[in-house]
């Protein structure tokens, strides 16, 4: 925990910056009747009834020193599913960072290991050489700051059907544009000193000397 907490607390480094990363799953819901637009004093009115249309995958990085988000639409989480992400920020991303320190839970997809089984051996060490992964302890990934960033999500731009993933794309790309334009960023106040003293049952105990 307080390995997390001390990164929160750096001075912003751009040659090892600290990337809180997470994924979610959300439902394409579609309309099953087309809705009646607005009027002069009145709401457009949706219909009670819906369309499930599947699911789609949500990878969300989030800059933990500056505003900065991305998000990613895939199909599914799997361990090359995080590779890909892991390729995409050191190269696209981060291409002049020395060192990128993640925070990041403990999903069994989320390990080096999954480089390895994505991309040939040497490519997978380039990354990896790259990276530095932060683990948030187990039942404890509130303290991975991205969480908030996703209820962020989902309060303003997810809070509707959405049908398709091409329209989920379309309406996430604009929501991230505005947050990141306007400077919008997640203000960590848990510290790791009110971590010992709000959790102090959380730490072990020194062993008393008879």
Request: glycine residues 4%.
């Amino acid at each position: 925990m307080e390995d997390v907490l001390d990164l929160y607390a750096e001075v912003p480094d751009p040659e090892r910056p600290v990337v809180c990363f997470d994924e979610s799953p959300t439902q394409l819901i579609g309309e099953a009747r087309q809705p009646i637009p607005a009027m002069p004093g009145q709401l457009e009115r949706y219909d009670y009834e819906y369309r499930r249309n599947g699911t789609a995958n949500l990878f969300v990085f989030l800059d933990a020193h500056r505003s900065w988000r991305r998000v990613k639409v895939t199909e599914q989480r799997t361990a090359r599913d995080f590779a890909e992400c892991m390729r995409e920020l050191v190269d696209c991303h981060y291409p002049q960072a020395e060192r990128i320190r993640v925070v990041l839970d403990n999903l069994s997809t989320h390990t080096p290991g999954a480089l390895y089984e994505a991309f040939p051996a040497p490519e997978a060490h380039r990354l990896l050489h790259r990276l530095e992964f932060h683990y948030t302890p187990k039942h404890a990934s509130w303290l991975n700051m991205v969480e908030i960033e996703i209820g962020v999500l989902r309060s303003q731009c997810l809070d509707r059907r959405i049908g398709d993933r091409d329209r989920l794309v379309s309406e996430i790309a604009a929501w991230e544009q505005q947050r990141n334009a306007i400077g919008a960023r997640i203000h960590w106040m848990f510290t790791t000193d009110r971590a010992r003293s709000k959790l102090a049952r959380a730490y072990p105990h020194p062993a008393k000397q008879s």
